[in-house]
């Protein structure tokens, strides 16, 4: 646990700032400006230096294949609980596409890629890269969207895929696997360049989950159960085993199934936004979700280390 403290603190200040707001500059304004910071510059620098200096080869192609089976298998299950639940008038329809959103889609970027950099070093984070910006995020944009528009207010305007394709940590994980592809050597001043730029990534993506973070009431807490059921104990062992099935072992399946295990992803307060569904239960299971998943992420390294 000591190797996430660091991690937890960044996530407490972000917290903390919510609450404080220092220079009298709001929450949202400041994750916002992260956000753009973190998608149009720093991200995809941490992706081109992190793929291009990778020692990973097989497994670039392997990630993609586990983690879409991954998705679509939670998906499937999540979308027979809810409509379940939802027939049975245990849920409404603007609950529904927020437990959605929270139990087949993980945060990667904010949380797995953290976490996998505190307990595993650097060289295993092209691993949380690779499964969230050739499975999650496409799988969020098309599938995600169509999803809360119709749980929602049904209205997509037509957009779905084009964030996707606009978005520059997509396009730098396509650059630095053409570049790995074709072999051509990148001067190491731009590595190291990229290098410094992608430092910065990892602290501001923790800077907006914590800001994220809030319980907004305990009569969600029964709706957190499944989301922790979906999310941090079936979509991990979907994971481990199709993952060993396609030949990945050892670190390089630790980290995957560590990545997939992540919880809700924040952009689904954003989408929840949009699409009228229930923002405050999502809030809700996307803190205790966060929560759960740092205390576990530990024993859950240790325990797979020992498997794998």
Not at 37 to 56: G, Y
Not at 94 to 111: D, E, H, K, P
Not at 181 to 199: C, E, K, R, S
Not at 212 to 227: A, D, E, F, G, H
């Amino acid at each position: 646990m000591q190797t996430l403290i660091p991690m937890v603190l960044i996530l407490a200040a972000g917290v903390a700032w919510r609450y404080l707001e220092p220079a009298n500059i709001s929450s949202t304004q400041v994750r916002m400006t992260m956000g753009a910071l973190v998608i149009n510059l720093f991200a995809p620098a941490l992706i081109l230096e992190v793929v291009l200096t990778s020692t990973l080869e097989k497994e670039f192609y392997q990630i993609p294949f586990s983690g879409l089976t991954t998705v679509a298998l939670v998906l499937g299950a999540t979308l027979a609980l809810y409509f379940l639940l939802l027939r049975t008038r245990r849920i409404t329809r603007t609950q529904a596409g927020a437990l959605v959103m929270a139990s087949a889609f993980g945060n990667g970027m904010g949380i797995g890629l953290p976490a996998v950099d505190a307990l595993m070093g650097s060289e295993w984070t092209a691993i949380t890269l690779i499964y969230e910006l050739l499975v999650t995020v496409p799988f969020v944009w098309t599938i995600g969207v169509l999803l809360c528009a119709y749980f929602g207010t049904r209205v997509a305007g037509g957009a779905l895929g084009r964030e996707l394709l606009s978005m520059p940590p997509f396009w730098a994980v396509v650059l630095a696997l053409i570049i790995r592809y074709f072999d051509i050597t990148v001067p190491q001043a731009l590595i190291d360049t990229l290098h410094l730029m992608g430092v910065a990534a990892i602290p501001l993506l923790l800077l907006m989950v914590g800001i994220s973070l809030k319980v907004t009431s305990l009569k969600y807490m029964l709706l957190v159960v499944p989301v922790v059921f979906l999310k941090l104990l079936l979509s991990p062992v979907i994971a481990f085993y199709t993952g060993g099935f396609i030949g990945l072992e050892g670190a390089a399946l630790t980290a995957l199934v560590m990545t997939s295990a992540s919880p809700a992803v924040v952009v689904g307060i954003a989408l929840c936004d949009r699409f009228q569904l229930d923002t405050e239960l999502f809030c809700t299971v996307l803190t205790i979700s966060t929560v759960i998943y740092v205390l576990l992420a530990p024993t859950m390294f240790t325990t797979l280390i020992s498997i794998t």
